[in-house]
């Protein structure tokens, strides 16, 4: 089953793996391509170096993923909650007993460093076990109306649901995606980043060995044209996308022509606001975690540090002096804690906002590992940048570049923290309590973190404000969002008619 590329990753290093079982999966199995003539290039972020080929699905294929799926969900939506959870919790075991295997895999094709890959991994199982407890209580209401007539209503499955991930978060965001589809009792059809293909296919091995029905979740590889036949696709009732602003509104347009539900996940400019009254320590901990977690390729990045005026020369000291210390190189080493960008256009994008202008405090450039098999890697150094009046303090730059701005009162920063199209993610820094939850309260964001940022557990809904979209991933609210209720009147005397 899901052994089969796992198996190589114990001995496996950077530069060493090439793959070339087929990444589609429906029916039960993995499935080659029908044509290999429009194959893209998967490169390893570390080196540079192909590491497999990525196939496009064509409409025949869609339909046939599809297909499997809507077979796989007349069978899954008649099971007992308890009876899905079962069978859910067992997937959970086997994500937990490979881990290592699993975030390795995750760790070459993304360029994370294998530290950050396996909480990702550790983040998936509980994503699982979480729904899977949520499955047996999926419940309606009871309703009793005069004359003896009653009411209730019933909390059902919308079909087959089409999930859309992004590349920097391959495992956790195709689990996110699927545990709660599953768990209220939908098949998943999912499309992983092109950049990123590797990994989805690997849990769609483990929900079959778990004993889910052959088709329940599918795994279709393709870019713009194959996510267009997925949203267009009659039986396709909801789909749920992580990605760009452009590509989200897509998306909706697509889905809306046959009134799919849409949940969408965007981009971000999130700020975080430091005040003098901080734990200057603290602050400066979150602000790298704010920014330098998978290379800044994190949409919920605080990339605009706030920094209340009369402590900024200390926290630039601080927080520079550690940038300059991230050890960045090999993914795959435990001392590292910073890897390579996802690909080449990522990189010279990022490296081409820092280059328009802006004050570099430090870092910015390209990086060259010392580690020869490296040469070809996309890398660059953490970078800290001390302006206001720039492009990368307005757009979203997606690498580890940090902007930090300072700040008099509190009245200014929080209308500058909100002067943008983005609302996904805020936070801030005080000691003074009632500040802490006035700020929280006025951020237009979908989350505010207080003394500490990148905090997402499974069980707190996740999602943004504005043009950061809309719907929920995460805890208990996103049941609602992979259901629909259906309410069943029913009259225990006679009608009384006007006719």
Same mark, same amino acid.
């Given at each position: 089953?899901?052994?089969?590329?796992?198996?190589?990753?114990?001995?496996?290093?950077?530069?060493?793996?090439?793959?070339?079982?087929?990444?589609?999966?429906?029916?039960?199995?993995?499935?080659?391509?029908?044509?290999?003539?429009?194959?893209?290039?998967?490169?390893?972020?570390?080196?540079?170096?192909?590491?497999?080929?990525?196939?496009?699905?064509?409409?025949?294929?869609? *339909?046939?993923?599809?297909?499997?799926?809507?077979?796989?969900?007349?069978?899954?939506?008649?099971?007992?909650?308890?009876?899905?959870?079962?069978?859910?919790?067992?997937?959970?075991?086997? +994500?937990?007993?490979?881990?290592?295997?699993?975030?390795?895999?995750?760790?070459?094709?993304?360029?994370? /460093?294998?530290?950050?890959?396996?909480?990702?991994? *550790?983040?998936?199982?509980?994503?699982?076990? @979480?729904?899977?407890?949520?499955?047996?209580?999926?419940?309606?209401?009871?309703?009793?109306?005069?004359?003896?007539?009653?009411?209730?209503?019933? =909390?059902?499955?919308?079909?087959?649901?089409?999930?859309?991930?992004?590349?920097?978060?391959?495992?956790?965001?195709?689990?996110?995606?699927?545990?709660?589809?599953?768990?209220?009792?939908?098949?998943?059809?999912?499309?992983?980043?092109?950049?990123?293909?590797?990994?989805?296919? +690997?849990?769609?091995?483990?929900?079959?060995?778990?004993?889910?029905?052959?088709?329940?979740?599918?795994?279709?590889?393709?870019?713009?044209? /194959?996510?267009?036949?997925?949203?267009?696709?009659?039986?396709?009732?909801?789909?749920?996308?992580?990605?760009?602003?452009?590509?989200?509104?897509?998306?909706?347009?697509?889905?809306?022509?046959?009134?799919?539900?849409?949940?969408?996940?965007? !981009?971000?400019?999130?700020?975080?606001?430091?005040?003098?009254?901080?734990?200057?320590?603290?602050?400066?901990?979150?602000?790298?975690?704010?920014?330098?977690?998978?290379?800044?390729?994190?949409?919920?990045?605080?990339?605009?540090?706030?920094?209340?005026?009369?402590?900024?020369?200390?926290?630039?000291?601080?927080?520079?002096?550690?940038?300059?210390?991230?050890?960045?190189?090999?993914?795959?080493?435990?001392? /590292?804690?910073?890897?390579?960008?996802?690909?080449?256009?990522?990189?010279?994008?990022?490296?081409?906002?820092?280059?328009?202008?802006?004050?570099?405090?430090?870092? #910015?450039?390209?990086?060259?590992?010392?580690?020869?098999?490296?040469?070809?890697?996309?890398?660059?150094?953490?970078?800290?940048?001390? /302006?206001?009046?720039? %492009?990368?303090?307005?757009?979203?730059?997606?690498?580890?570049?940090?902007?930090?701005?300072?700040?008099? %009162?509190?009245?200014?920063? +929080?209308?500058?923290?909100?002067?943008? %199209?983005? !609302?996904?993610?805020?936070?801030?820094?005080? =000691?003074?309590?009632?500040?802490?939850?006035?700020?929280?309260?006025?951020?237009?964001?979908? %989350?505010?973190?207080?003394?500490?940022?990148?905090?997402?557990?499974?069980?707190?809904?996740?999602?943004? @404000?504005?043009?950061?979209?809309?719907?929920?991933?995460?805890?208990?609210?996103?049941?609602?969002?992979?259901?629909?209720?259906?309410?069943?009147?029913?009259?225990? #005397?006679?009608?009384?008619?006007?006719?």
């Amino acid at each position: 089953m899901a052994q089969s590329t796992l198996d190589s990753m114990p001995g496996a290093s950077t530069g060493t793996v090439v793959i070339t079982e087929p990444l589609n999966f429906w029916g039960g199995k993995r499935v080659k391509p029908r044509e290999e003539k429009n194959a893209e290039p998967v490169f390893e972020p570390a080196t540079g170096r192909v590491l497999c080929q990525m196939v496009p699905c064509g409409a025949e294929e869609v *339909d046939e993923a599809i297909q499997s799926a809507y077979a796989a969900y007349q069978k899954w939506s008649k099971m007992a909650g308890m009876e899905r959870a079962r069978v859910m919790l067992e997937a959970a075991r086997i +994500i937990r007993e490979r881990r290592e295997k699993i975030a390795k895999l995750e760790a070459i094709n993304n360029g994370k /460093t294998i530290t950050e890959a396996l909480v990702n991994i *550790d983040i998936s199982w509980k994503s699982i076990e @979480y729904y899977a407890g949520l499955a047996g209580t999926l419940a309606g209401q009871h309703i009793q109306l005069p004359g003896g007539a009653f009411a209730y209503s019933r =909390r059902e499955p919308l079909g087959v649901c089409v999930g859309i991930g992004a590349w920097n978060f391959p495992f956790v965001i195709a689990t996110m995606k699927s545990a709660p589809a599953l768990a209220c009792g939908n098949a998943i059809v999912y499309k992983p980043s092109p950049m990123a293909p590797v990994t989805a296919v +690997i849990l769609a091995e483990i929900y079959k060995e778990a004993g889910v029905p052959d088709g329940l979740f599918c795994v279709v590889q393709g870019g713009a044209e /194959t996510g267009s036949l997925l949203c267009h696709h009659p039986k396709v009732a909801k789909v749920s996308f992580t990605g760009s602003v452009p590509t989200g509104k897509k998306v909706m347009e697509m889905s809306a022509k046959s009134v799919k539900q849409v949940t969408l996940e965007l !981009g971000g400019k999130s700020p975080l606001i430091i005040f003098k009254d901080c734990e200057l320590e603290n602050a400066v901990k979150g602000a790298l975690m704010a920014n330098f977690l998978t290379q800044g390729q994190v949409c919920c990045n605080g990339t605009r540090v706030f920094v209340q005026r009369e402590i900024m020369p200390q926290f630039l000291e601080e927080v520079v002096k550690r940038t300059k210390a991230i050890p960045v190189g090999d993914p795959l080493l435990g001392s /590292t804690r910073m890897g390579p960008l996802i690909s080449k256009p990522q990189l010279e994008k990022v490296l081409g906002f820092v280059s328009q202008g802006a004050r570099v405090l430090c870092g #910015g450039d390209p990086f060259v590992p010392s580690d020869p098999k490296l040469k070809g890697g996309y890398f660059m150094s953490p970078c800290v940048l001390g /302006t206001d009046d720039m %492009t990368c303090v307005k757009e979203e730059i997606f690498g580890p570049v940090m902007s930090v701005l300072p700040f008099d %009162t509190e009245e200014e920063v +929080i209308q500058r923290a909100n002067n943008t %199209t983005f !609302g996904l993610a805020s936070g801030v820094f005080t =000691r003074d309590i009632s500040r802490a939850h006035r700020v929280a309260a006025s951020m237009e964001a979908g %989350t505010c973190f207080i003394n500490n940022y990148n905090i997402n557990p499974i069980e707190l809904p996740f999602g943004g @404000y504005k043009m950061s979209g809309f719907g929920r991933e995460n805890g208990q609210v996103t049941i609602e969002y992979y259901s629909q209720l259906k309410t069943v009147v029913v009259e225990m #005397g006679d009608v009384e008619s006007l006719f």
